[in-house]
């Protein structure tokens, strides 16, 4: 299966600490691991968070979950990518595509609508981790969106040398905040794509 993207434009419209402007390799390597584990999403609800062109989202939709939120920044060039990148993907995820999936804008740690309240039973993070200052208030939204007892994906890179810990801390704050064990399922060598000029 092929899918036609594109991403927020890098031209300074959306705020540049986003990073919504490529496809990451996280994004690539969940995207990739649903594909071969299509039972994980199926008949799921399933939520992502800071989506940027959504890639994990739409393997999840053309995998038959049942409904995905696809949440990003409140930014409307980001939320606009989305948007177009589904429309653009209909043929491979179906004409009631509109019908399975939402997008929306979320700041993480802010309050969500009642009627997603604890109703996912996956969550798609990728290359979220990078921002060390987020990690409670991610968690904060992750716990509000999804059931007890779900499925957090997490895929992520290094971006910055040095900075390894920092990144995996989000590991045992989810442990502390939200109950939540965490496993490495898989490791991968993945071509080194943080710009620090950005």
Not at 56 to 75: E, F, G
Not at 107 to 119: E, F, K, P, R, V
Request: charge should be negative.
């Amino acid at each position: 299966v092929s899918y036609h993207l594109t991403c927020a434009p890098d031209d300074g419209s959306s705020p540049g600490a986003l990073f919504a402007y490529t496809v990451w390799s996280g994004s690539l390597q969940l995207a990739d691991y649903i594909s071969k584990n299509p039972s994980i999403v199926r008949k799921k609800r399933v939520v992502e968070f800071g989506s940027a062109a959504a890639l994990p989202s739409l393997v999840s939709l053309s995998n038959d979950a049942s409904y995905v939120h696809i949440t990003d920044y409140p930014n409307e060039n980001i939320l606009t990518t989305i948007r177009a990148n589904i429309q653009r993907n209909i043929s491979v995820l179906g004409d009631d595509v509109e019908n399975r999936c939402g997008v929306e804008g979320h700041l993480w740690g802010s309050n969500i609508d009642a009627s997603h309240l604890h109703t996912f039973d996956v969550a798609l993070v990728a290359e979220c981790l990078w921002n060390h200052s987020l990690h409670s208030l991610l968690l904060e939204s992750i716990d509000r969106f999804m059931k007890p007892g779900g499925l957090i994906l997490v895929s992520y890179a290094h971006h910055v040398p040095g900075m390894e810990d920092a990144d995996n801390a989000f590991f045992s704050l989810a442990k502390e905040s939200i109950g939540v064990d965490s496993r490495v399922i898989e490791t991968r060598e993945m071509k080194y794509m943080w710009d620090s000029s950005k």
